[in-house]
C-alpha cells in the first residue's frame, strides 16, 4: 500500500482543511468547498477563511442532496470572482490548459490530486514502443487524464456520459494545443460491451468511476455491482503489453478492494502492479484522503 500525492504546482495549493470543508487556490482565486473527510478542526480561524475565499459554495439542505453525493447548491461569490477561469499544468514536456468553473455541484472541472496520475499515464506512454498508443479513458470527465495520454502521443477515445462534459473537455484539449482525441457520449459500461465483441485492443484504459450515475439514455451504474463487470471487460481490451490506472473516490471502497479485483480479472498481467491512496497535504500538515488507485502495467521492469 502506498500514499501518493502531486509535486508542488504553481496554480494549486489547498491552504486549509477542516470543520467538513477546504480551502483551495485555483491560480488566481481562493475557493471554499465542502469537504465530508475532512472531519478535523481547521487551523485557520473562520474570519481568515471569509477574508481570503473569493468564492464559497453553500449546498442545499440534507433532504435536498442527491444520492450520488455531487452535492447540489449554490456559489456566494465576491465582486473579483468570474464564473470561468483557467489554470496550467506542467511536467516534463507536457503542458496543460483547463478552462476552470463554478458548477452546482461544487466541482470546478479538475481534481487537482489526479496530478500523479497524470504523470503515470504520460511517463508510462512514453515507455511504449508503439508508434502511436491507443489509450481508453472511461468516466472521463472535463479530459485531465485524456490530455495527458495525448501530451504523450497517444491516440485517445474519451467516454462520458454527460454532452456538455465532453464540450468542456473539448475546449480543455484547444487551449492545450492538443489534437487526436475521439469524442464519445455513452454509458461506460455499454461501450465496453461493444468493444469486446469488435474484438478492439487498447494500449492503455483509464477508470475513474463514481459511486453512482446515469448514462445518456438513463442507464443506472452502480459501482458495487457493476465494477466487477467493467474490469472483466476490460482485461479483455487490454493489450499483453498494455496499462491499465483506476481511481475510485468513493467514500469506504479500500484499495485492497481494487487489488482483489485484478488479481482475479488480471491474473495474466500482474508483472508490475501498485495500489493505495491519493491524498492532499494542506499547508498545515493534514493529510486529505481523496481516494483509492491502482495501477498496473504488463512489465519486466518498474517505470
Known amino acids: 500500500m502506498e500514499l501518493l500525492t502531486p509535486e508542488p504546482w504553481a496554480d494549486y495549493d489547498l491552504i486549509d482543511t477542516g470543520g467538513f470543508e477546504k480551502l483551495e487556490r485555483f491560480g488566481a482565486y481562493i475557493i471554499r468547498r465542502p469537504e465530508p473527510q475532512a472531519i478535523w478542526q481547521k487551523s ?36 473579483n470572482m468570474p464564473d470561468q477561469w483557467q489554470v496550467s499544468y506542467h511536467y516534463k ?7 476552470l468553473g463554478l458548477t452546482g455541484f461544487k466541482h470546478v472541472g479538475i481534481f487537482p490530486e489526479q496530478a500523479v496520475n497524470w504523470n503515470f499515464i504520460y511517463d ?5 514502443n508503439e508508434e502511436q498508443p491507443s489509450v481508453l479513458n472511461l468516466f472521463a470527465y472535463t479530459g485531465g487524464a485524456s490530455l495527458a495520454a495525448c501530451s504523450a502521443g ?6 462520458d456520459s454527460v454532452r456538455q462534459v465532453i464540450h468542456w473537455a473539448k475546449q480543455n ?3 492545450s494545443g492538443l489534437n487526436s482525441i475521439q469524442w464519445v457520449v455513452e454509458d461506460a459500461l455499454k461501450f465496453v460491451r461493444r468493444e469486446t465483441r469488435r474484438n478492439h485492443r487498447y494500449t492503455g484504459i483509464i477508470l475513474d468511476p463514481p459511486a453512482y450515475g446515469r448514462g445518456p439514455d438513463g442507464e443506472k451504474w452502480i459501482i458495487e455491482k457493476d465494477l ?12 499483453p503489453n498494455g496499462f ?8 469506504g471502497w479500500s484499495a485492497l478492494i481494487l487489488e482483489n479485483l485484478f ?6 498481467f500482474l508483472h508490475y502492479i501498485r495500489y493505495g491512496e491519493l491524498f492532499l497535504p494542506d499547508s498545515f500538515g493534514n493529510k486529505l484522503p481523496l481516494g483509492s488507485f491502482l495501477y498496473l502495467i504488463k512489465t519486466n521492469t518498474t517505470p
Open 44 to 79: 485557520l480561524s473562520e474570519e481568515d477563511w471569509l477574508e481570503k475565499a473569493d468564492a464559497r459554495f453553500n449546498r442545499l439542505s440534507e433532504k435536498q442532496r442527491i444520492a450520488d453525493g455531487n452535492e447540489q447548491g449554490n456559489w456566494q461569490k465576491k465582486a
Open 93 to 99: 514536456e507536457m503542458s496543460l490548459k483547463f478552462r
Open 124 to 128: 508510462t506512454i512514453k515507455q511504449t
Open 154 to 159: 497517444a491516440k485517445v477515445v474519451h467516454i
Open 173 to 175: 484539449m484547444e487551449l
Open 228 to 239: 466487477d463487470e467493467l474490469l472483466q471487460l476490460c482485461s479483455r481490451l487490454l493489450l
Open 244 to 251: 491499465i490506472i483506476i481511481n475510485v473516490y468513493s467514500l
Open 263 to 268: 488479481r482475479l480479472h488480471f491474473s495474466g
